[in-house]
């Protein structure tokens, strides 16, 4: 079964190319240097769900050195130090698990500060049916590439007086032209035929209507690419009445939140996809729905894969190909196989119990 994986692409703006997969490892490598990566483990499921990852590296031999940066359980907030910036700064790549933000109140969300800080512009996230997991759709195979620094996520909210609060949603033309660039040029590498752009022009016809002026200067670009328009409320029933008429999804900030997470229901659920934020240098590699599951924290019942998942896209990253592949080919016959479904998918096996369950088949491929 073919599926997404995360290579290098050389060309510039610096972009992430999925394609699929190869059935065996085939890349020669001997006694490649370590690798330093930053680990950001978060909130949440993020410890356990980062603990796995490390755990099959462990298995798996990987050349990894981490740089870890937990959070303070008495001040979670506080994680977002001149160190932790400077690491990612310096490796060029980092993992993370999701950070909590309160909500109405409290200190900003370090999820928004990190892609700020480092002006991680897009985040990536392929949807595609899995093997092993039963849902009602089972060719799901779409793209989402959101923007990651603006909208309505900018942040600059204002009290004008008591009772009446004023947001404000920033939409400029470079940032729109930029992820729309990203969108168009993954298409083509990618042989994708179609990108969507999800707006709210109706309404917001000055913000919405700059994002969609600017993904069509980018369309004329690439006449081989079918370009369409949809408005946010009617993609989300279409997503969920017709899921295959989306190639490529391209949104402004907040409507990629909404969409990343419709969508990962269909093929089962947040804990099974992954994502890649990118920047000009840096790139950061989460789940990609980005949930904190605190209802489930320590509870040892969060589902690995999309973090499992995302750590394959990283090695490939690092052209680490062999210990990509063969992670990568382990989660696959875990899933095929059905030997250690988690509870969100039906199951009723643990957090460990699936890392293990991976790891085992990792020593086995080892042995051969």
Known sequence: MDRFVCRLATSSPFIRSFIPRRSHIAYPQARPEKKVVTLIPGDGIGPEIS??????????????????????????????????????????????????????????????????????????????????????????????????????????????????????????????????????????????????????????????????????????????????????????MQLVMRPTQFDVMLTPNLYGAIVTNVASALIGGPGLIAGINIGKSEAVFEAGARHVGLDIRGKNKANPVGMLFSSVWLLRHLELFNHAQLIDNAIFKVLKHHKAPTADVGGTATTKDFTQAVIDEIVAEQSQ
């Open 51 to 236: 603990s796995s990852v490390v755990g099959v590296f462990q298995a798996a031999e990987v050349p990894v050195i981490w740089e870890r940066f937990d959070s303070d359980p008495n001040q979670p907030e506080r994680l977002l130090s001149n160190s932790l910036l400077a690491s990612i700064a310096r490796n060029k790549v980092a993992l993370k698990g999701p950070l909590y933000t309160p909500t109405s109140s409290g200190l900003a969300s370090r999820n928004r500060e990190l892609r700020r800080a480092l002006e991680l512009y897009a985040q990536i996230v392929p949807i595609k049916s899995l093997p092993g997991v039963i849902t009602r759709y089972s060719d799901i195979d779409l793209v989402i590439i959101r923007e990651n620094t603006e909208g309505e996520y900018i942040g600059l909210e204002q009290k004008v007086v008591p009772g009446v609060v004023q947001s404000l949603k920033i939409i400029t033309r470079d940032a729109s032209l930029r992820i729309a660039e990203v969108a168009f040029d993954y298409a083509v590498k990618n042989n994708r035929k179609k990108v969507s752009a999800i707006h709210k022009a109706n309404i917001m016809k000055l913000s919405d209507g700059e994002f969609l002026k600017s993904c069509r200067e980018v369309a004329k670009k690439y006449p081989q690419i079918t370009y369409e328009e949809m408005i946010i409320d009617n993609c989300c």
